[in-house]
């Protein structure tokens, strides 16, 4: 429901004619063209590759040299949400079972064919790594840099012991930070050796460490 065009080699003759033309989307009705693109591989499945710039890199880079529209279909959650039209609210993997079943019903499924995919999964969950456009968000890290200094050489922040100071101030001048992910009232990251945690407990060597609250 995320597809906005679907995608021919410009040198394939089998589908030459269909391009600059419009094509309905099953079960929702939707015109989307037809566009030739030298990204599509002639020789999988079918030749024929929908797009989907809003859930896929590749799509996404063929969508903005074609001007296409992008459609996020998904929740922060997972979940289908209404640019979807059907299933609003059932959890992505759930809907494409249902879908399956609806193009049956409709007389829109020809075959299923199984193919290796080069679908990622996340290491850490082994779950399908669902693509999604969001807005990112960046630091001006000479800044950062220079209150995270301050607050060091003044005293606000202090390192247990102090042997991993200049280790410390070597890294954070040199821009070297690790990953945080943040929660609404939990930070998630990797403590450095020496570094006091939650409870002013001094844990050493490379540790995972949650702390309670952010603020």
């Known amino acids: 429901m995320a597809d906005t065009a679907v995608a021919v080699h410009p040198d394939d003759e089998r589908y030459k004619g269909w391009i600059g033309k419009n094509v309905l989307i099953p079960l929702i009705n939707r015109p989307i063209p037809v566009i030739a693109d030298t990204y599509v591989d002639r020789e999988f499945g079918t030749g024929a590759l929908k797009i989907t710039p809003a859930h896929d890199p590749n799509d996404y880079e063929i969508g903005q040299r074609h001007k296409l529209e992008v459609i996020d279909i998904l929740t922060e959650d997972g979940k289908l949400n209404e640019k979807a039209r059907i299933l609003v609210g059932e959890d992505r993997f759930a809907a494409r079972k249902k879908i399956r079943k609806l193009l049956e019903e409709a007389g829109n499924l020809v075959k299923i064919e199984d193919y290796r995919t080069k679908i990622g999964y996340s290491e850490r969950t082994d779950v399908v790594v669902e693509p999604r456009l969001s807005l990112q968000w960046f630091l001006d890290m000479k800044a950062f840099a220079r209150t995270a200094l301050e607050a060091v050489r003044s005293g606000d922040v202090r390192f247990f012991s102090g042997t991993f100071l200049e280790y410390v101030l070597h890294l954070v001048a040199g821009g070297q930070y690790s990953r945080l992910v943040y929660f609404p ?13 939650e409870g002013g407990k001094i844990r050493t060597g490379n540790c995972d460490f949650r702390s309670g609250n952010s603020g």
């Open 185 to 197: 009232t939990v930070v998630v990251g990797t403590a450095h050796p020496g570094m006091v945690s």
